[in-house]
Nanobody, 122 residues
Framework: QLQLVESGGGLVQPGGSLRLSCAAS????????IGWFRQAPGKEREGVSC????????NYADSVKGRFTISRDKAKNTVYLQMNSLKPEDTAVYYC???????????????WGKGTLVTVSS
């Protein structure tokens, strides 16, 4: 079974940057579309970004467009979420998820990681 592990979360000041990683062991992510999701306290989980299995197609939620960048490194079997110009409202647990599918999707995911906490505060 595909296992996903997120890392890179932490405490950062407003305006700062973090890079989240989503790594898989035992299985290649080459055939999986990957999505990043987040859930803030008291709120529903929302899709943040996704990338197709080839890496050629990406999509972003309006709230993060222009600030976040998703990418994948096939050699390292890892997907990244570069987060710049962070705001307090970006505070949430961030999850990566995989779907055995080519297209960039933010729904119907097959596998989920356990999440990493991002806190944006001064």
């Amino acid at each position: 079974q595909l296992q996903l592990v997120e890392s890179g979360g932490g405490l950062v000041q407003p305006g700062g940057s973090l890079r989240l990683s989503c790594a898989a062991s035992a299985f290649s992510l080459d055939y999986y579309a990957i999505g990043w999701f987040r859930q803030a306290p008291g709120k529903e989980r929302e899709g943040v970004s996704c990338i197709s299995s080839s890496g050629g197609s990406t999509n972003y939620a309006d709230s993060v467009k222009g600030r976040f960048t998703i990418s994948r490194d096939k050699a390292k079997n890892t997907v990244y979420l570069q987060m710049n110009s962070l705001k307090p409202e970006d505070t949430a647990v961030y999850y990566c998820a995989a779907k055995l599918w080519a297209m960039c999707v933010m729904g119907g995911m097959d596998y989920w990681g356990k999440g990493t906490l991002v806190t944006v505060s001064s």
